[in-house]
């Protein structure tokens, strides 16, 4: 299962204007994509892909080089959710995307862990101290731990300017043990109940 470990971070001053870049990098690749595709619908009656979008913002990290200071797992995720959000709408469980607005109260943008086979991970937890892509090492105020395997990071900035870091991992849920496991009851013919434990109950005798 998933689990998110919420805590507040307290970002350098470099580290707080390289988020609220990335912030920025993602809203316009958010926007710039849900145009393309309105565009592309209203022309063909069919919307772009996302592996159509993902290729195209090579190419368009190569127009602008200002993209290329924000994660890319994190460009990556900011296409990902529009497909999301599309995909929703079409199958009527949500309202259509709608361009993202720097004066929505709270930005984020969310970075994907990756587990490489040699070297360590892109984010990882160690005491008080959180790895981010492209931030580096940040502190933050711990509460607990965090268990499980990570794997991604949203970085929250609220109306106030304080940020916030939601880590989501896979953990292992734990089964009980059999003395602890409800007991399940076959009714039969020739005995009156057998239990899930193999005990055999005898049917009641007439009186």
């Keep these: 299962m998933h689990k998110a470990f919420q805590f507040r971070i307290y970002p350098t001053k470099e580290q707080a ?5 990335t912030i920025g990098c993602c809203r316009f690749v958010f926007n710039h994509f849900l145009a393309k595709w309105n565009e ?3 022309q063909t009656g069919k ?6 979008c993902a290729n195209q913002l090579t190419q368009l990290k190569k127009k602008w080089e200002w993209l290329k200071e924000a994660d890319s797992t994190a460009l990556q995720n900011a296409l990902k959710h529009l497909d999301d959000s599309l995909q929703r709408f079409f199958k009527k469980q949500n309202d259509p995307p ?4 720097k004066k929505n109260p709270v930005q984020s943008y969310t970075s994907q862990c990756n587990h490489p086979k040699k070297g360590k991970t892109t984010i990882e937890v160690v005491g008080n101290q959180i790895k981010l892509p492209k ?3 940040v502190t933050f105020a711990k509460s607990r731990e965090v268990e499980g395997k990570i794997l991604s990071a949203t970085i929250r900035r609220n109306p106030t300017g304080k940020y916030f870091v939601s880590v989501v991992c896979e953990t292992e849920i734990e089964t009980l043990p059999a003395s602890k496991k409800a007991v399940g009851v076959d009714l039969g013919l020739k005995d009156f109940a057998i239990l ?8 009641p005798q007439k009186v």
């Design 98 to 101: 709608r361009f993202k607005s």
């Design 40 to 42: 592309a619908y209203e």
């Design 196 to 203: 899930s434990t193999g005990e055999k109950i005898n049917a």
């Design 135 to 137: 931030l580096g090492w």
């Design 17 to 21: 204007i390289l988020i609220n870049k």
């Design 47 to 52: 919307g772009l892909t996302y592996y159509a």
